[in-house]
T-cell receptor, first 110, second 117 residues
């Protein structure tokens, strides 16, 4: 079965501290993974995708097929990073949908 | 408008009544998705449209839920005989399609918050 697991509901750090939001997936096909972010009073939006291998707003995420993980990292958190973060898996077999995890709320304190 | 538009933004209804939620996707986006967002549950997939057809409706919780899309554009999610557990934010998203595959970048609306009393 396809599944995305985000084990932490809430992650609290101080400004300048490193951040790692965990995401693990279960999928028998070739995985395509994404991170979406929802800032307060804004729409859910794409943050980054693994195939792009890019850094967005200082965030990076590496797909580790051996550990079936796609953790989101940032070396120095900023207050404006406070938001809800969702990891998502694209399922293409017989469908074309994204499955989302339950989300992790990141709080960055000054 | 430039983005995905949903209406109503808020709906309060009594248990047992029917509700209709509307989604107007970005022009040219052939794929349209409905998700339900509940506290602690993340985003729960409901149904996916490609054009006017729904190849995957596996997430609809019960036969009280149905959705349609017309003209490859506007979609309506209907919940019949609402129950209190239907209370949630219903999100619509649309996506481009290249070569028969969606890009994976979903553009979300602001959602319709449904409260069933």
């Amino acid at each position: 079965a396809q599944r995305v697991t985000q084990p932490e509901k809430l992650l609290s750090v101080f400004k300048g501290a490193p951040v790692e939001l965990k995401c693990n997936y279960s999928y028998s096909g070739s995985p395509e993974l994404f991170w979406y972010v929802q800032y307060s009073r804004q729409r859910l939006q794409l943050l980054l995708r693994h195939i792009s291998r890019e850094s967005i707003k200082g965030f990076t995420a590496d797909l580790n097929k051996g550990e079936t993980s796609f953790h989101l990292k940032k070396p120095f958190a900023q207050e404006e990073d406070s938001a809800m973060y969702y990891c998502a898996l694209s399922v293409r077999r017989n469908t074309d949908k994204l499955i989302f995890g339950t989300g992790t709320r990141l709080q960055v304190f000054p | 408008g430039a983005g995905v538009s949903q209406s109503p933004s808020n709906k309060v209804t009594e248990k047992g009544k029917d509700v209709e939620l509307r989604c107007d996707p970005i022009s040219g986006h052939t794929a349209l998705y409905w998700y339900r967002q509940s506290l602690g549950q993340g985003l729960e997939f409901l149904i996916y449209f490609q054009g006017n057809s729904a190849p995957d409706k596996s997430g609809l919780p019960s036969d009280r839920f149905s959705a349609e899309r017309t003209g490859g554009s506007v979609s309506t999610l209907t919940i019949q005989r609402t129950q209190q557990e239907d209370s949630a934010v219903y999100l619509c998203a649309s996506s481009l399609n290249y070569g028969g595959r969606n890009t994976g970048e979903l553009f979300f609306g602001e959602g319709s918050r449904l409260t069933v009393l």
